[in-house]
């Protein structure tokens, strides 16, 4: 009789025992419909903006708060956020290391670093160094020029690296230091190359959410509620950059990485090509020959990319918005750049400038963008 107290609490404990292992053993609940699991339910757009986000708080430290309204008049960023942009290179500071370059002597070539294998990256006289490009045919040294003038246009400059054209003459002043070198370089003597200011300590870029995911997504007022502060100013950046290889049919950045979708579904968790960042944030638009003249045969080739990442930005700097308004009602985006660029590069004429029938083009895509931004206002008022 005293053994049948000792057996029930025996088997007491071992039906507790059993119960604790089965409960280690069920599988966790399954998520609700639409929260985020690997593989399974979309994030929206918010979501994948945000993803990540908590980790690199707690690694960094706390964001900035961001500001209280991101978009202003349903379109434009606030002013608030603008001014939180990153400075880029100021025009000054532009303007007198292209004086400084064309005057420089060129003390040293080496290969590699700057693109092509018929590229070189140079040491001036003056201790700075700067990317020189050969293009494979003069077209190309023509689109990174007038990109970078139309960029001035547009208010955009100082996303770009200083640039100036040089002329290649081993006898010369600027290149006597490397004649041997320039032997070794198969550049043809009488060329027109770019010289473009190295930056030191760029890193790349991967698309964020409204383009990372393959597909372009609508960059709209409503999407950006609560987003941090970093990720604000850098859409603020992209959406200029949208609209700039929009206008020169530049293929050879985000346009090239979608085309590659095709047979890389991964392409865009990838860098972005020619886009790279400084390190207080400011995105650098970089290596632009593919803009204008080369960009402007391949319409037909390129559009089915360029198009609809312009159709998915409806958020818009103000000052570029109303450059291209000035631009559109004028009609004079070709007279313009042809005045900028002959007034601040003295080679200009050494590749001339746009043909007759470029120039429509530059103008029609003027128009284009400028009709795009006004149905985003008209989209905006109706909500």
């Not at 918010?46 to 708060?65: I, K, M, V, Y």
């Not at 003295?346 to 895509?365: D, K, M, V």
């Amino acid at each position: 009789m005293q053994r049948g107290p000792r057996a029930a609490l025996a088997l007491g404990l071992l039906l507790l025992l059993l119960g604790a292992l089965l409960a280690l053993r069920e599988p966790a609940p399954e998520p609700a419909r639409g929260e985020a699991r690997g593989g399974g339910a979309q994030k929206t757009f918010r979501a994948l903006l945000a993803a990540g986000r908590e980790q690199q708080q707690q690694e960094e430290g706390e964001e900035e708060d961001p500001p209280a309204a991101p978009v202003r008049r349903g379109i434009f960023w606030s002013r608030e956020l603008e001014a939180r942009v990153p400075p880029g290179f100021a025009a000054e500071e532009a303007a007198a290391w292209r004086a400084a370059a064309r005057g420089a002597r060129v003390a040293s070539l080496e290969r590699g670093g700057c693109g092509r294998s018929s590229n070189r990256l140079a040491r001036l006289s003056d201790g700075s160094r700067a990317c020189v490009r050969y293009g494979v045919s003069p077209e190309q040294i023509q689109g990174e020029a007038l990109s970078y003038h139309l960029a001035g246009l547009l208010g955009m400059q100082q996303r770009l690296p200083p640039m100036a054209l040089a002329l290649v003459e081993a006898r010369g002043r600027q290149w006597e230091p490397v004649r041997e070198e320039l032997r070794g370089s198969h550049w043809a003597e009488g060329a027109v190359v770019s010289l473009t200011r190295w930056v030191d300590n760029l890193t790349a870029v991967v698309a964020p959410a409204p383009w990372g995911g393959g597909r372009p997504r609508a960059l709209a007022a409503g999407e950006l509620g609560g987003l941090p502060a970093a990720q604000l100013v850098e859409l603020v950046q992209w959406s200029d950059l949208i609209l700039f290889d929009y206008l020169t049919a530049n293929f050879d950045r985000l346009a090239s990485n979608l085309f590659s979708l095709q047979w890389d579904p991964r392409v865009m968790r990838r860098a972005t090509s020619n886009l790279l960042r400084a390190p207080d944030g400011g995105l650098v638009f970089m290596d632009n020959e593919a803009g204008l003249v080369h960009g402007y045969r391949l319409l037909a080739t390129w559009d089915p990319y360029n198009e609809p990442l312009l159709r998915s930005v409806c958020v818009f700097r103000e000052g570029t918005a109303r450059r291209l308004a000035e631009l559109h009602r004028r009609r004079n985006a070709a007279a313009e750049l042809r005045r900028r660029y002959r007034a601040r590069e003295p080679l200009w004429a050494r590749l001339g400038f746009l043909s007759e029938r470029q120039a429509e083009l530059l103008q029609a895509r003027v128009d284009f963008v400028h009709r795009h931004i006004a149905q985003c206002r008209a989209q905006a008022a109706a909500l």
